[in-house]
């Protein structure tokens, strides 16, 4: 919703893939937000189905929804997806421009990376949402959600990525939307998703009042990555390699050397966030003029 209305970001493509719903799921949802919006000419890209290595994939109908929130596309629903090869056009197309945001599991962007390998360095450069340095995960005491649903993917990305920035938890736990703003946007008439907000939005903080008590809204972890892209001064960074333990006990562990001896890395790893800026910016996209 945020890239839609954010006149600073042309949305060029979107791939969808399996997490906290099924790839198909959450097909049939961003068709439903594409076409509130009246703009079913961005490509959607169905992609993995499931981790590279898999005893069973999980879902969270408990957090998000079985579809946006309690929200179901229409069982009716009629729109076209676009071939995986899509994404190799559209790198092509806007080479040196295209910036891949990833706020799921990182199978699918790994399979891209693998696949069309010979036209990577194309891309400007990479955010993803994932980890947590030095704080508790949110799926494991370890492990953030992202990064626990397919280590491996998520390890070969941090690796193999250039001009890359993670949004861990340190700084996503704390991007919380308010009861109050949810419904200032609500009643907003230039936003095109006003209706949905308040429904999607309770839906996603009850679960958070019941594992944060206390807590005065909810994080939308996802939300954070999208801004960064054109408000990168809303977070502060460090920068080391990061790295993914893979080995079943601590999977979807990150972790950074900081020793004083270890050198700093290219990776730019939001760590603090500036939640002023961060609503300041967020309200000036969502509650339109």
């Keep these: 919703m945020y890239a839609m209305l954010e006149p600073e970001i042309e949305l060029v493509g979107i791939v969808t893939s399996y ?41 969270y109908p408990e957090i998000h929804g079985k579809g946006i929130g309690p929200i179901r596309p229409p069982s009716h629903l009629q729109y076209q997806i676009y071939p995986f090869d899509t994404i190799r056009s559209i790198i092509e197309k806007y080479r040196d421009e295209l910036i891949i945001v990833d706020t799921g599991r990182s199978t699918t962007l790994a399979y891209v990376m693998v696949l069309f390998h010979d036209c990577i360095n194309m891309i400007h450069s990479y955010y993803v949402m994932g980890g947590a340095f030095f704080v508790p995960g949110n799926a494991t005491a370890l492990a953030e959600a992202n990064f626990y649903g397919d280590p491996k993917s998520s390890n070969f990305v941090l690796n193999f990525a250039h001009n890359l920035t993670i949004t861990p938890l340190n700084a996503t736990q704390f991007a919380i939307l308010t009861p109050e703003l949810v419904d200032a946007i609500s009643n907003n008439a230039n936003n095109f998703y006003a209706s949905m907000m308040i429904p999607v939005f309770e839906y996603y903080y009850e679960f958070y009042k019941k594992s944060v008590p206390g807590i005065p809204g909810a994080p939308i972890h996802d939300l954070l990555t999208v801004m960064l892209v054109t408000n990168p001064a809303i977070c502060d960074y460090i920068y080391y390699d990061a790295n993914v333990i893979e080995d079943i006990g601590a999977e979807g562990m990150s972790y950074i050397d900081i020793r004083p001896t270890s050198e700093a890395g290219k990776t730019r790893i939001a760590v603090h966030l500036h939640y002023d800026k961060f609503i300041q910016e967020f309200t000036k996209v969502m509650l339109p003029g």
């Design 19 to 59: 997490g906290n719903v099924t790839k198909e799921q959450a097909t049939a949802n961003a068709a439903y937000l594409l076409q509130l919006a009246g703009r079913n000419d961005i490509p959607i890209i169905p992609g993995a189905s499931q981790p590279v290595q898999q005893e069973g994939i999980a879902f």
